[in-house]
């Protein structure tokens, strides 16, 4: 059996009209992705959801990410920690972080999320000298070369128990070529042996279809 990605498209907004509800906020932020450096890289509203989902299971109180872009992910994640959380969001671009601020504030969350402008991993390693307090849960979702720096960054910004997701793991099936000359594909099988290596770590993968077309995420559970 194979359906079209036409079908994938209206299952996810079946699903996303049934039990995702979006506010005026997050449909203005998801909107606003246009206007960014990336139009369309921010995630699906039903994946939005779950990274809100998986912060309430593991009471995440202090979230990091990796790419805000124009922080569609982040109020989820912003609302998903509450008001007493604290979540901070790196993004290169300052034109992007310009937008996610007004994004942040029109949701309400402004006040508990920092975005820090500049190369996401060179701010991570600052957070690390500057010994922050540990995160419960990390996205990994900008540039898919640095993927490998981001996950060695966020292992020295965490604790065991700590979520990590890293987003964009299959585009499009391109994954599974090992002599891909993409340094993309290459990002995404780098952190993945990375994980896979690391006796800290427990994960798995999965394939998704739907409005962003053909992907997936890495669920990462740090144990020690
Ligand atoms: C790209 C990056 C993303 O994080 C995403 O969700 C979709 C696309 C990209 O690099 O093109
Ligand atoms: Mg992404």
Same mark, same amino acid.
């Given at each position: 059996m194979y359906a079209s990605e *036409? &079908?994938?498209?209206? $299952?996810?907004?079946?699903f996303v009209a049934t039990l995702v509800a979006e506010d005026e906020a997050? $449909?203005?932020?998801?909107?606003?992705?246009? /206007?960014?450096?990336?139009p369309q890289a921010e995630v699906a509203p039903n994946q939005g959801k779950l990274l809100a989902l998986l912060c309430g299971t593991a009471g995440a109180r202090r979230v990091l990410e990796f790419g805000t872009l124009v922080g569609y992910s982040t109020v989820w994640l912003a609302r998903a920690v509450g008001e007493g959380g604290r979540v901070t969001s790196l993004e290169l671009e300052e034109r992007n972080a310009d937008i996610a601020r007004r994004n942040l504030e029109r949701a309400g $969350?402004?006040?508990? &999320?920092? $975005? &820090? !402008? *500049? +190369?996401?991993?060179e701010s991570a390693w600052r957070m690390v000298e500057d010994g922050v307090e540990p995160y419960d849960f990390v996205f990994i979702d900008?540039? =898919?070369?640095?993927? +490998?720096?981001? /996950? =060695?960054?966020? /292992?020295? /910004?965490?604790?065991p128990g700590s979520v990590i997701v890293v987003d964009n793991v299959v585009r499009d099936g391109a994954v599974v070529d090992a002599g891909s000359s993409d340094e993309r594909v290459q990002g995404v099988r780098a952190v993945l042996a990375d994980i896979a290596g690391d006796a800290r770590l427990e994960a798995t993968a999965l394939q998704t !279809? *739907?409005? =962003?077309g053909w992907d997936g995420f890495t669920v990462v559970r740090r144990i020690r």
């Open positions: *036409g &079908v994938w498209r209206d $299952v996810d907004a079946y997050l $449909v203005e932020a998801r909107e606003s992705g246009r /206007l960014s450096t990336m $969350v402004a006040g508990r &999320v920092d $975005v &820090v !402008v *500049g +190369p996401a991993a900008a540039d =898919k070369p640095s993927n +490998p720096e981001y /996950l =060695k960054a966020s /292992l020295a /910004l965490t604790r !279809v *739907g409005s =962003k």
